[in-house]
Each structure stands twice: as C-alpha cells, then as structure tokens.
T-cell receptor
Framework: GAVVSQHPSRVICKSGTSVKIECRSL??????MFWYRQFPKQSLMLMATSNEGSKATYEQGVEKDKFLINHASLTLSTLTVTSAHPEDSSFYICSARVQSNEKLFFGSGTQLSVL | DQQVKQNSPSLSVQEGRISILNCDYTNSMFDYFLWYKKYPAEGPTFLIS?????DKNEDGRFTVFLNKSAKHLSLHIVPSQPGDSAVYFCAASAGYGNKLVFGAGTILRVKS
C-alpha cells in the first residue's frame, strides 16, 4: 500500500515555542491531506483538511492561527503548532488520500509534549 | 459530542476464537463505515469497509456487520491470531469520500 512518512515521531518542547510536523506521501501524489489530533482515551479528531495549493479548511473549534497548515506540494504537508502550550500536548497524526480513492493512508504520528 | 463510539476500551481473546469488536454511531447521515487497525508506533491501516446498502461485508477472516436500525456495526475476526493484537478504530462518513469521524479505538489482545 501507499506510504506516508511523518516526522518527528516525538517532540518535547518548552511552552511558547513553535513546533513543525511534516507529512510526506512517499510513493504517490496526495491531493488531499488530513491532520488529526488524539488525546488519551479519546477519538482521533479531525483538525483540518488541506488541499494542495489552497488554504486549509479547519474544523470548528480549531484555531487556524495556532495550527498553521501548509500543503505546498502534492507530496508534502506541514503542521506548525505556534506558541505551544501544555494543553497542546497530544498525539498528532496526518493522513493522505489519493484522488478518487476513499482510503486514507496514515503517517505514524507525532507525540507532542509541551513542558 | 462523540458521533462514533467504541464503548469497549479493550478486549482479550484466546487464539483461535472469535473476536467481536463493536461500534455505535449517532449520526443518521452516516452511510459509509470503515475499520482501521493500528500497531504501536505505526499509523492506522485500512482493514475493511461497508456501505449502508449492505448489512455484511466479508474479507477473509474479517467480517463487518451493519445494523442500520440500531446504528451499530461490528467487526468479527475468526479465527483470531496473535498478530491481530492491535488497536482497532471504527470510522464513519456521510457520503463516500467525505471526512471520516473516528471512534476512540478498542485494544484487542489475542492470547496464544
């Protein structure tokens, strides 16, 4: 199946710093990428949908100025958590979808811990 | 507001027996359902899906059953194998290809 690479897998940062997470589709072109967040014992929650070359669509309650998403190419999307705070500590995971294919291919996730 | 619920956080099954993972949903607009499996340190991978026009879909050892009136679906794995030990996520969408809403997952442990 298709491979989605996500980096870093784990990051620990100080409160107030910004963290960038990369999501790459390695062997296919992803017209749409999704970013999810999962708190312990809760569901994977969709944060935003990004389409290559256009602005991301954020879900209700997700601050677009805090979670910056860039999808500059068909193989790369980045999520930047700006001015991170301890409440942003969570598991972030990206997924990509090949056009006209409903299946999502997931990255391995990033565990963010903000001290 | 959890639209997709997996009420059992974990399940333990003996190798060779049947594993049944359950999922309930509240949104009557959902018409496409999927199961994903996730191993530690890896992303979820697609397992099996079912559309609302069916009540059963089978793929090898995996069968998904859909009860629309009860807004309930289940994943049956038979026979269960130790390699099936993973977290299983149920997901639903309103319309094919639309955004997925996930449950919290169920940890399956298959004991040998």
């Amino acid at each position: 199946g298709a491979v989605v690479s996500q980096h870093p897998s784990r990051v620990i940062c100080k409160s107030g710093t910004s963290v960038k997470i990369e999501c790459r589709s390695l062997d296919f072109q992803a017209t749409t990428m999704f970013w999810y967040r999962q708190f312990p014992k809760q569901s994977l929650m969709l944060m935003a949908t990004s389409n290559e070359g256009s602005k991301a669509t954020y879900e209700q309650g997700v601050e677009k100025d805090k979670f910056l998403i860039n999808h500059a190419s068909l193989t790369l999307s980045t999520l930047t958590v700006t001015s991170a705070h301890p409440e942003d500590s969570s598991f972030y995971i990206c997924s990509a979808r090949v056009q006209s294919n409903e299946k999502l291919f997931f990255g391995s996730g990033t565990q963010l811990s903000v001290l | 507001d959890q639209q997709v619920k997996q009420n059992s956080p974990s399940l333990s099954v003996q190798e060779g027996r049947i594993s049944i993972l359950n999922c309930d949903y509240t949104n009557s607009m959902f018409d496409y359902f999927l199961w994903y499996k996730k191993y530690p340190a890896e992303g979820p991978t697609f397992l099996i899906s079912i559309s609302s026009i069916k009540d059963k879909n089978e793929d090898g050892r995996f069968t998904v059953f859909l009860n629309k009136s009860a807004k309930h679906l289940s994943l049956h794995i038979v026979p269960s194998q130790p390699g099936d030990s993973a977290v299983y996520f149920c997901a639903a969408s309103a319309g094919y290809g639309n955004k997925l809403v996930f449950g919290a997952g169920t940890i399956l442990r298959v004991k040998s």
